[in-house]
Nanobody
Framework: QVQLVESGGGLVQAGGSLRLSCAAS????????MGWYRQAPGKQRELVAR???????NYADSVKGRFTISRDNAKNTVYLQMNSLKPEDTGVYYC?????????WGQGTQVTVSS
């Protein structure tokens, strides 16, 4: 069984920074891609950033230039460095990974940006 465990969320003032981490554990044979999604209250879950095995990345337009996704393959861990945070970045951030040919989700970590 595979688990994704996120950490690093919290409360920060606008303009501040946070770094999220997500570690995959369990019987892992392959990881094709890892990424982060977020869901704000009353809104649909949306892709924030993802990184594939060739280190290619995709970002939501709203976070380009402010957020950076990276991964440590040896640790099966993905990171999201979030700078210049805005109140509209508030939401629950979910780690997502395609592991063993199946999509897996973390439990989510709350990020709150105060104005």
């Amino acid at each position: 069984q595979v688990q994704l465990v996120e950490s690093g969320g919290g409360l920060v003032q606008a303009g501040g920074s946070l770094r999220l981490s997500c570690a995959a554990s369990g019987s892992i044979f392959s990881i094709i891609g890892m990424g982060w999604y977020r869901q704000a209250p009353g809104k649909q879950r949306e892709l924030v950033a993802r990184i594939l095995n060739d280190d290619s990345t995709n970002y939501a337009d709203s976070v380009k230039g402010r957020f950076t996704i990276s991964r440590d393959n040896a640790k099966n861990t993905v990171y999201l460095q979030m700078n210049s945070l805005k109140p509209e970045d508030t939401g629950v951030y979910y780690c997502n990974a395609f592991i063993n040919l199946r999509q897996s989700w973390g439990q989510g970590t709350q990020v709150t940006v105060s104005s």
